[in-house]
C-alpha cells in the first residue's frame, strides 16, 4: 500500500531554516509528481509545493517562492523541501502528498519562535 513519511520538523528561531523528507513506497514514485502542503493551527490546509515527476518542473505558493525549495530524489523514492529565512507564520504541520490519487502522509510539525 502507499506510504508517506514525513520527517524533519521541529523548533527553529525566526531565520532559521529546515530540510523536510518524506520517504515513499507502494507506487512508482519516478512516474508521479509530488506535493507539500502545510496545516497552521485553526486555519484550512494550504498548498506549498509541487515537482512533477522527473523534477524539472517546480510551483510554490506565493507566500513561500523564494525561500523554499521542493527537489526529489528518485533513486531513493523521497522528495524534501527546503525551507530558508522561515517565519512564524509557516508555523504548521507540513504533510507530503501524492496525487491523481490522493495520498497523505500524516505530517511533521513545524515550529517558528523565538
Known amino acids: 500500500q502507499v506510504q508517506l513519511v514525513e520527517s524533519g520538523g521541529g523548533l527553529v528561531q525566526p531565520g532559521g531554516s529546515l530540510r523536510l523528507s518524506c520517504a515513499a513506497s507502494g507506487f512508482t514514485f519516478s512516474t508521479s509528481a509530488m506535493r507539500w502542503y502545510r496545516q497552521a493551527p485553526e486555519k484550512e490546509r494550504e498548498f506549498v509545493a509541487h515537482?512533477?515527476?522527473?523534477?524539472?518542473?517546480?510551483n510554490y505558493a506565493d507566500s513561500v517562492k523564494g525561500r523554499f525549495t521542493i527537489s526529489r530524489d528518485n533513486a531513493r523514492n523521497t522528495v524534501y523541501l527546503q525551507m530558508n529565512g522561515l517565519k512564524p507564520e509557516d508555523t504548521a504541520v507540513y504533510c507530503c502528498n501524492k496525487p491523481l490519487p490522493d495520498y497523505w502522509g500524516k505530517g511533521t510539525l513545524v515550529t517558528v519562535s523565538l
Open positions: 515537482i512533477n515527476s522527473l523534477g524539472g518542473v517546480t
